[in-house]
């Protein structure tokens, strides 16, 4: 099968699975044991905390394990409660539908309007309107379209009246240089299972000072912030994935932005094709397209069964009429977002598979 869809998850390299499996087996204590196996098993969280630490530059101290980006974000917004909630249009649901489902928690929730390229207009939103306390979630990187956001202005508007800025960072993490001290976000979300590493696992960064409430209660675990013995084996598999990351980053990218930059070329090729958000700056690995008049679940299916794996820009909303809110919030005519695919590329990813794709894509629209 060709894969596609590395924005949905990753394979687990194979050397990420091999620092894991002595946790499942013969180093399995509870790291809140104060025996050597629960020694073994803290000091290996406390490794892998140093892993993800070193690569968004941020102190290992700072950083909360959760069981993945969804909750590290519902985690983010308990912090929130009582303010003035700021998100963009463009969200993860995790965050959207988190904001709105407990909208009773906040004094409001504010919209951040998105251009044309799927970027979050900085000049919509008055300085004046952020006010004292109030809380912004703005991703780094949008997930459908790859459009990277500019956070760290945003930083700039909102530190300066007073409020805390945190980001979605889900995307970005490995296919971007991420750091956190430079961004100077108040919280970041990561997940382990976008950079090849295990899913059930990710992290909750903070700056000291941010006050945090609790999801989850019943233990002391993760300074009382996450409650709940450890998944340890996948603590360790992340805390390798980060590292593998961090050392090969700028090969990554590359490969990436190569096969990106010949994808497009080829797809350029299909009559009245359109790539959305093609005038923003977008993730190395990412190209979101469409095509008027063609269903893009019914595209995503007849390459699935040519053994190529995409995703579709609607997904979220399969078998509704509804078109992908981020599409939507770019003004993207309905019957063009309808027959949005994405694809996302990956580390191993090759240019003959392109070339396959671009083919079988070809035909298949040929048909339609």
């Not at 463009?90 to 919209?111: D, G, M, T, Y």
Request: aromatic share 6%; hydrophobic share 45%; net charge negative.
């Amino acid at each position: 099968m060709i894969y596609f869809d590395h924005n949905a998850t990753t394979a687990v390299d194979e050397r990420v699975v091999e620092v894991m499996l002595p946790y499942f087996r013969q180093l399995y204590g509870n790291p809140s044991s104060l025996y050597r196996l629960g020694r073994i098993a803290r000091s290996a969280i406390d490794t892998a905390r140093e892993q993800v630490g070193s690569l968004i530059d941020a102190p290992a101290e700072q950083i909360l394990f959760t069981n993945g980006g969804t909750e590290a974000n519902a985690l983010a917004l308990a912090s929130a409660q009582g303010k003035r909630l700021w998100i963009s249009a463009i969200e993860h649901p995790s965050v959207f539908e988190n904001a709105h489902r407990r909208a009773k928690c906040f004094q409001s929730i504010n919209a951040l309007e998105v251009d044309t390229s799927g970027v979050v207009l900085f000049e919509a939103v008055e300085e004046q309107a952020i006010q004292a306390g109030d809380f912004v979630s703005l991703m780094l990187a949008n997930n459908e379209t790859g459009a990277i956001q500019p956070v760290e202005r945003w930083v700039d508007k909102v530190k300066a009246r007073g409020g805390l800025l945190h980001t979605d960072a889900v995307q970005a993490l490995g296919k971007l240089p991420v750091s956190f001290k430079r961004l100077g976000v108040d919280l970041m979300t990561l997940s382990s299972h976008k950079i090849y590493g295990p899913k059930g696992c990710g992290a909750l960064v903070w700056q000291a000072g941010v006050e945090m409430q609790p999801l989850i209660y019943g233990g002391d675990q993760e300074r009382g912030l996450r409650s709940g013995t450890e998944n340890v084996a996948a603590i360790v598999g992340f805390g390798k994935a980060a590292e593998l990351a961090r050392l090969e980053l700028d090969a990554r990218i590359k490969h990436a932005q190569s096969l990106r930059i010949y994808l497009e070329q080829q797809l350029k090729t299909i009559s009245g094709l359109v790539i959305f958000a093609e005038q923003s700056e977008r993730l190395p690995n990412t190209v979101q397209f469409g095509v008027p008049a063609v269903n893009g679940e019914m595209l995503l299916m007849q390459l699935d069964q040519k053994q190529i794996a995409v995703s579709s820009g609607s997904a979220c909303a399969a078998g509704s009429e509804h078109i992908s809110p981020v599409l939507a919030a770019m003004n993207v005519e309905a019957t063009l977002a309808k027959s949005a695919i994405r694809v996302s590329l990956g580390k191993d990813n090759t240019q003959p598979e392109v070339d396959l794709f671009v083919s079988v894509l070809k035909t298949l629209l040929a048909r339609n």
